[in-house]
């Protein structure tokens, strides 16, 4: 089972197990994480799961779809090169090690 | 020890408990449930659940672990069946009570049902909860021809997904066009043009009188016209009713809903209640109204285990709703109800476009197909009382964003 490593703004970082198939939001709840909202719960219409993704990982996810780039210009934290919707992120194994970084804010 | 106990188990629910727990709650919390599941994420149901994209596992709302970790009693297919408010007892079906300090009315609403001949016959369904969706699932495999009665969100969804799943599908609605509730009349046409391209046939205007039957199970749908449709599969979608009927024999003051303040405070003291079964006001709508969404549940929620807490956080937000259909994402935001000018942004026929709502030169509420870069903003300048020009708001090019 991949293990991936989620760092809250604050600093307190978390290394947890992830359920191939989930998707990095659904991991931050199960694990009780603050940090990631996921107020539609997961079907890219909120924007409250924006994330911060480890570069060295990045080529190994699906690129953004358009809908969840234009969501993303209008999260709360400022969006960058790194920047996705931990919805529309589902773990692999090629994601073994990966670090998520949390943004200040989700509203 | 203080002891607070929660009725019903959806979204308001599941969040209440969330917030009072982050905010420091040591109170007893017991949840009382009547479904067999935990809270859940409900709106799937009828989208990546019904098409077999999303388990029930992966709906819930918050890990079972969750309520493990906070010390949250749960008490799953229990039934309240009423409060005593004198005593501050719940009573349970099968005659246990449950003595509260505070107590949270998290009822939600229940299907409104069809009263016509046939409705009882098998084959016909509702979608409210997980069992409903396992049950349509297990019942539609190797039938082919699906009828849904009622052109709303739910029906609309359910159709999408039979038809995703290959389906012949019929939608009955009896207004003269669709979701009439919720969109405006522009909207309501694009949506009758997506599901009929992607073959699912649209009756509006037309009323159902009675579903048939072959042994006990449906296998025809009598419209008022007289004529018939034969189907495998019914499911209706007209609508919910709020479950306020536990609050109302206590005594609780309600009107379409259980009456609270924007502190989600009830008539009594004691007694808050947040989501779809509350009748609340809303400042900057200037009105009271009762909502059947997530982030009025979410948000209420917050307010009502603020107010659990002895502190007062107003609900008081612009009501946002979403909508997925085929590869259409319609986002909405705002109530476009009243609305005098309707200014559309992009192109309908490129599944990408916006229309935005003004009532003279304020602007109202803001419905998007594929374009959350307009609902975004929209949603910011909405909560502002900032009203882009019908101009501004008609040139694509022009960013919203620049307003804010």
Not at chain 1, 36 to 52: F, L
Not at chain 1, 89 to 102: A, F, H, P, R
Not at chain 2, 207 to 228: A, Q
Not at chain 2, 283 to 312: D, F, I, T
Request: glycine share 10%; hydrophobic share 40%.
């Amino acid at each position: 089972m991949p293990t991936i490593t989620l760092i809250q703004h604050s600093g307190e970082s978390y290394t947890v197990e992830a359920d191939d198939g989930a998707t990095v939001m659904e991991v931050a709840i199960d694990n009780d994480i603050d940090g990631i909202i996921g107020e539609c719960g997961g079907c890219c219409s909120c924007a409250t799961c924006h994330c911060y993704i480890d570069a060295a990982y990045l080529d190994k996810i699906p690129p953004r779809g358009d809908l969840e780039t234009e969501m993303l210009e209008f999260a709360s934290s400022e969006a960058k090169d790194n920047s996705r919707l931990a919805c529309q992120v589902e773990i692999t194994d090629e994601l073994d090690g990966m670090v998520v970084t949390l943004p200040e804010t989700q509203l | 020890m203080q002891r607070i106990v929660v009725i019903g188990a959806g979204h308001a629910s599941g969040q209440l408990l969330d917030s009072l727990r982050r905010a420091g709650s040591e109170a007893h919390i017991t949840l009382v449930g009547e479904e067999s599941w935990l809270p859940y994420q409900r709106p799937p149901l009828s989208k990546k659940f019904l098409s077999g994209e999303l388990t029930a596992e992966r709906l819930a709302f918050r890990p079972e672990s969750f309520y493990e970790k906070h010390q949250i009693h749960t008490r799953l297919s229990c039934r309240a069946v009423s409060i005593d408010r004198d005593t501050q007892t719940v009573s349970l079906a099968g005659g246990e009570t449950l003595a509260y300090d505070l107590l949270a009315l998290t009822t939600g609403t229940r299907v409104r049902e069809l009263a016509i001949p046939g409705a009882e016959l098998a084959g016909v369904h509702y979608l409210r909860g997980i069992d409903d969706a396992l049950g349509l699932q297990a019942d539609w495999q190797g039938r082919d021809n699906v009828c849904v009665i009622g052109g709303g969100f739910i029906g609309l969804e359910v159709a999408a997904s039979a038809r995703t799943l290959g389906k012949n599908v019929t939608v009955v609605e009896m207004m003269d066009r669709l979701m009439a509730r919720a969109v405006s009349p522009g909207m309501s046409e694009y949506f009758l043009g997506l599901h009929t391209r992607n073959g699912a046939h649209v009756m509006c205007s037309t009323g159902v009188s009675e579903l048939l039957g072959t042994d006990g199970r449906v296998s025809g749908v009598r419209l008022s016209d007289g004529r018939e449709i034969p189907t495998d599969v019914v499911v209706v979608g007209i609508g919910v009713v709020p479950n306020q009927e536990l609050a109302q024999e206590a005594g609780l003051a309600c009107d379409n809903g259980i009456l609270v303040d924007e502190f989600a405070r009830t008539s009594d003291p004691k007694i808050v209640s947040a989501g779809d079964c509350t009748n609340h006001p809303n400042s900057l709508l200037g009105r009271r109204l009762r909502l059947e969404s997530v982030h009025n549940a979410l948000e209420q929620a917050k307010s009502a285990a603020a107010s659990l807490m002895g502190e007062k956080l107003a609900y008081a937000q612009v009501p946002w709703f979403w909508s997925d259909q085929y590869n259409s994402k319609l986002q909405m935001v705002g109530l476009s109800e009243g609305f005098d000018r309707a200014v559309q942004r992009g192109n309908p026929d490129e599944d990408k476009f916006s229309l935005f709502y003004y009532r003279g030169d304020v602007l109202i509420a803001i419905d998007s197909v594929n374009r959350p870069g307009d609902h975004m903003p929209g949603k910011k300048l909405l909560a502002a009382g900032i009203s882009p020009t019908p101009e501004q708001a008609a040139d694509p090019e022009f960013p919203l964003k620049s307003l804010l």
